[in-house]
């Protein structure tokens, strides 16, 4: 045995030696690597949505949770750690309900509003324009629009841009000034509705077609803004929406939504987040997955279309959804989180990187 050992010593010790002897060399250009992964594919998203807004981001300046200007300490130092690119509000459905001057002014005087979409929660409005634009500043990221195109009016939505990006003496820019922000805020990604064919106003792809290309006439470009209007586009698997939108719409739009969310289905039970199988895990890895598919499909209709890819993709809702957690308030959606969770943030990231030609911006839900 001992001579085994010395003569298996000895041949290793050769086998080291040559490979000792042998070199090679490499170089990474960095300078010269042809596709970029934008930030923005690390994007945020939050919506009035169970405890995201209220008791989440913004518990006002005079809670007894500590607080940084209202926002919570702890939530706003972790979001600072993360350096969030680009964070997308306030909805979902939420917006589509959402009219925003019922945000601005004094705290006390804003009327209160019904939650429809999210539990017929009584919100008081407290959190509006402000205080998500001066979020979005103290945490040095880009603030992402979406604009009510479902209930709200050509109008309403363009006097919201006035509002935020008019450096003038416009009426907007006035009324800003007189609820105490004087300095225009930088906002560049606006969205011209969400889940038109949903929750966003159950159209059809031509009919909301025509209304983007109203309502985005006149949002204008302020000063030295230069928006970036997005089209609200598909959910998952709906190719005809986007093909719609490419041929009707095509460069009058920046940029065209998508959303998938991986989810065992939108009626019944989507599963519990905590309480899984092997097959479940296993599925639910494989779902995930699927969303490769989804994209190069959608990603080929752009192609045809537009084919220097002057129109980007925007994913700007994506991530699992599980059942609510029993004992919690109904309609608030409340998950716990899991590695199996974060085994699908990984494993898309993997494909979000392998498309960032065409894919500029992916919007987890919810921050």
């Known amino acids: 045995m001992r001579n085994k050992l ?52 913004w518990v006002g300046e005079n809670s007894e949770i500590p607080n940084i200007n209202g926002y919570r300490t702890d939530v706003f130092n972790a979001l600072k750690e993360l350096k969030v690119p680009v964070l997308r509000w306030p909805g979902g459905c939420f917006a589509d309900e959402y ?16 939650n429809n979409n999210w539990g017929g929660t009584i919100e008081d409005n407290s959190f509006g324009t402000h205080e998500f634009l001066n979020l979005c500043e103290m945490l040095g990221c880009e603030p992402y629009i979406s604009g009510n195109v479902g209930s709200g009016t050509v109008e309403e939505l363009a006097k919201w841009v006035e509002y935020m990006t008019s450096e003038g003496d416009s009426p907007m820019a006035r009324l800003r000034r007189q609820n105490g922000r004087d300095k225009a805020w930088k906002v560049k990604y606006l969205g011209v509705g969400n889940e038109s064919w949903g929750c966003g106003g159950s159209m059809r792809p031509e009919y909301y077609a025509d209304l ?103 994913l700007d809702e994506w991530g699992t959804w599980w059942d609510e957690e029993p004992g919690t308030v109904r309609g608030h959606l409340y998950q716990q989180n899991t590695l199996r969770d974060a085994f699908v943030a990984s494993l898309s990231f993997d494909i979000f990187h392998k498309y960032t030609d065409r894919l500029k911006m992916a919007n987890i839900a919810q921050i």
């Open 6 to 57: 010395i003569i298996s010593g000895l041949m290793l010790a050769a086998s080291l030696t040559a490979s000792a002897q042998e070199s090679a060399t490499l170089t990474l250009q960095a300078d010269k690597a042809e596709q970029i992964i934008p930030k923005e594919i690390y994007g945020q998203f939050a919506e009035h949505l169970g405890t995201c807004i209220y008791g989440g981001l």
């Open 99 to 114: 009219h925003w001057m019922d945000g601005i002014g004094p705290k006390d005087k804003r009327p209160k509003m019904v």
């Open 212 to 314: 983007y290309r109203r309502y985005s006439t006149y949002c204008r470009n302020y000063d030295s803004t230069r928006l970036f209007k997005i089209a609200s586009g598909a959910s998952d698997y709906d190719y005809n929406w986007t093909k719609v939108l490419m041929d009707r719409v095509g460069r009058g739009m920046h940029g065209l939504s998508l959303h998938y969310y991986t989810v065992t289905g939108w009626s019944g039970s989507k599963g519990s987040a905590t309480q899984f199988d092997k097959d479940d895990y296993y599925w639910t890895l494989g779902k995930c997955r699927e969303i490769e598919d989804v994209l190069k499909k959608h990603i080929a209709i752009m192609d045809e279309y537009d084919k220097q890819k002057h129109v980007a993709l925007l």
